[in-house]
């Protein structure tokens, strides 16, 4: 049993990582999470048949999306890309005191009728509310593995004392401890944010023990040039890729873009470089 679970896991890994040990990944939880205003710099990616269609055109790696947003638009996920199910989630209109919460919204179960290869969990490590998301990822994750899915551990620390006692939320200190923290409750890959250098970064890296840690995206930089310099940076510092969310769809031509971070995650290309190999300079 042991050996067809770790054979299941391993080659739903494959869907996403290529040779390299890389990924690049498509975001798009931001309707629900952040609400549909997100979308409207380029209103027409409120589609996600649109812009799920470009990504994939573009050569992504894989998607991550919600099983709603899955049930909509999974059909323009081809069978080489990597379909990723997030099952938690908040919306934004919650009570402030209710927003270090991710609740669950659908089931493992969910997941796999949509045809996921992996399924995504956040724990928001040093919320008041950190008991009850460590539960929902240890139950999510058990079952998962059972049935040979890998789990992915949205891996955010965030909570009232964490700003008394570090600063902010992407001190190194406290985005290494959440990684840690992911890899020892058993995540198969780890998304977490940028901690501002390549030397933070591969302290990250390295606290994850062997755990694949992809960047989780952030807001849209003016200049393309800003963020592929930030994935070449978690790239030199060991990371597995990036998920990446506004700074795709945010953009008017989101293609070139994505070429060009796919240059920066899979070819070690400096970011100038891809940008105007991509025409984006
Ligand atoms: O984790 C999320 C939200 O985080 P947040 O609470 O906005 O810090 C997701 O909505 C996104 O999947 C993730 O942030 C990646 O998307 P971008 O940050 O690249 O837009």
């Not at 323009?76 to 990723?84: D, F």
């Not at 501002?196 to 023990?209: I, L, M």
Request: charged share 25%.
């Amino acid at each position: 049993m042991d050996a067809y679970q770790n054979a299941g896991i391993k080659r739903r890994m494959r869907r996403f990582f290529r040779r390299d040990g890389r990924a690049l990944i498509f975001a798009m939880d931001h309707g629900f999470e952040h609400g549909p205003t997100d979308f409207e710099p380029v209103w027409e990616h409120v589609n996600p048949k649109v812009i799920v269609r470009k990504v994939v055109r573009a050569g992504i790696d894989g998607v991550m999306m919600l099983p709603g947003i899955a049930r909509i638009a999974g059909d323009e996920v081809k069978p080489n890309v990597g379909l990723m199910i997030k099952l938690t989630s908040k919306t934004n209109l919650r009570p402030k005191e209710d927003q270090l919460l991710q609740s669950q919204l659908g089931f493992v179960e969910d997941a796999v009728k949509l045809g996921a290869d992996a399924i995504a969990a956040t724990v928001y490590w040093g919320s008041p509310q950190e008991d009850v998301m460590m539960r929902q990822f240890a139950e999510i994750a058990s079952y998962a593995h059972d049935l040979g899915f890998p789990v992915v551990q949205f891996a955010y620390p965030r909570g009232p004392y964490i700003n008394e006692r570090y600063g902010k939320k992407e001190d190194y200190r406290v985005v290494m401890y959440g990684a840690r923290a992911a890899a020892e409750s058993g995540a198969d890959m780890i998304k977490t944010y940028w901690t501002g250098s390549r030397e933070t970064f591969a302290k990250v890296v390295d606290a994850a023990a062997g755990v694949p840690v992809l960047l989780s995206g952030g807001a849209k930089t003016e200049n393309p040039v800003d963020f592929l310099k930030v994935v070449w940076e978690v790239i030199e510092a060991g990371g597995a890729g990036a998920v990446v969310g506004r700074n795709i769809f945010q953009r008017e031509n989101p293609e070139p873009f994505i070429k060009a971070l796919l240059r920066v995650v899979h070819r070690n290309e400096d970011p100038e470089e891809a940008a105007k190999a991509e025409g984006l300079l």
